[in-house]
């Protein structure tokens, strides 16, 4: 007797989610340079050269200057992100490890479990500065789109 009702919302769900999360936004920015939020540091995100997979680790360098272009060097780095259509973080931990040289930092541990669009959102103090940044992604089966 439940049997068809079970089916029919199931369906249903499944459809109302391929609508919501299938699909990111057409306006996305998917730029990987930037101002952070409040224009404090540009922000560069160097996927790896290999390329970033999904279900592969990967190591990405992060790279902060100054407005007129000098190196931040010595910034404390917090990482952060998901799949926003999803509810969800990274399947792993990644973060910043080290500065590899000046103003450019090693984001290591970066897994994506699944294609879709994935956020990275970092947390930077330089000194007595401090700003975010959020970049946008969009993964698919054979590496990241542009």
């Known amino acids: 007797m439940f049997k068809p009702l079970a089916q029919t919302v199931l369906v249903s769900l499944a459809t109302a989610c391929l609508a919501a999360c299938g699909t990111p936004?057409?306006?996305?920015?998917?730029?990987?340079?930037?101002?952070?939020?409040?224009?404090?540091?540009?922000?560069?995100?160097?996927?790896?050269?290999?390329?970033?997979?999904?279900?592969?680790?990967?190591?990405?360098?992060?790279?902060?200057?100054?407005?007129?272009?000098?190196?931040?060097?010595?910034?404390?780095?917090?990482?952060?992100?998901?799949?926003?259509?999803?509810?969800?973080?990274?399947?792993?931990?990644?973060?910043?490890?080290?500065?590899?040289?000046?103003?450019?930092?090693?984001?290591?541990?970066?897994k994506f479990s699944m294609s879709g669009w994935w956020d990275m959102r970092l947390a930077i103090r330089a000194g007595d500065l401090s700003d975010t940044a959020v970049f946008n992604v969009i993964v698919g089966d054979d590496g990241l789109r542009r």
């Open 25 to 110: 936004p057409a306006d996305l920015d998917l730029s990987l340079q930037h101002p952070t939020a409040e224009g404090r540091f540009i922000v560069s995100m160097v996927p790896p050269a290999a390329g970033a997979a999904i279900r592969q680790m990967h190591a990405w360098q992060v790279r902060v200057e100054m407005p007129d272009g000098r190196p931040v060097q010595h910034a404390a780095i917090g990482f952060d992100g998901g799949m926003p259509q999803h509810g969800h973080g990274f399947p792993t931990a990644p973060r910043v490890t080290g500065e590899l040289a000046p103003g450019v930092y090693a984001l290591e541990g970066v």
